[in-house]
């Protein structure tokens, strides 16, 4: 982590050093790039100074993901109470080899807890602190994108500073003094539009993810132990049901039982 942090910390140096020797002296392509270097360049260094690069490789596998993510909620209960049936019926063997089948994930490692013989309380503690872990990494790089985001306008504020120096100390015509104040707000520009237009979304993005995502943990672990206590496959869908759309879950259609009213003459018969 610290021979990171000093490369990250001489790449900043040289973007720096760099800008204030560029001479761009028109609006341009040269321009651009000199101030997406300042903003972009440097926002990547300054989070790499803060963050390992695991870290950022983890934002971004996890921005993927939170735009492929699907609402799976009722196929999570569906295979749950799949699950119930037949840990019900043909006991744990089956089971264990209906895991095996299981993409990784909360549920899995729970049915193989419940085939490997755990108490009820330690299957909660681990799919616990399993779900706090992930929900720990979620986190971390939600705060990654949130401080990107903060970094970028002043970086582009610094870029466009740099820009103001260089100009004020080379300038001999006041009156291309215009030109050049074009060139230098270039990166306070990109900074603003990095800032509001990627990185707070992409943050916002993130955060929306990890609440359905929590969510979804809350219901698998609900289920796996309803599973350990071998409760009937009908109840641990009704209660599964009931919790997802206690939580929140928008177009939830709950199999209630059907109660069918009798008018008072009839009760009293």
Known sequence: MIRQAICALLLLTAIFVMTFNLEVKEMGPASNLCALLIVLGGTFAATLIAYPLKKLAWT?????????????????????VSLAQIYRKKG?????QEANHLPPGLL??????????????????????????????????????????????????????IS??????????????IGYMAVALLSTFYGVILANVCFVPLSNKLREFMDQNELQMDIVQEGILDLCDQEHPRAIRYKLETLSATMGMP???????????????????
């Open 60 to 80: 971004t596998r996890l921005l993927k993901k939170s735009f492929t993510f699907r609402e799976e909620m009722n196929s999570t209960i569906e295979t749950i």
């Open 164 to 177: 103001l120096i260089r100009i004020f100390g080379h300038i001999s015509d006041p009156q291309n003094l």
């Open 251 to 269: 177009n939830r259609t709950l199999n209630r039982p059907n109660l069918v009213l009798l008018p008072s003459h009839e009760q009293a018969k």
């Open 92 to 96: 744990v063997r089956p089971l264990e």
């Open 108 to 161: 899995k490692t729970g049915i193989e807890l419940i085939a490997y013989h755990y108490s009820r309380d330690k299957i909660e503690q681990i799919l616990h602190k399993e779900a706090l872990c992930t929900h720990n990494q979620c986190e971390t790089a939600h705060k990654m994108l949130y401080n990107m985001a903060r970094l970028a306008p002043a970086l582009g504020l610094a870029g466009t500073i």
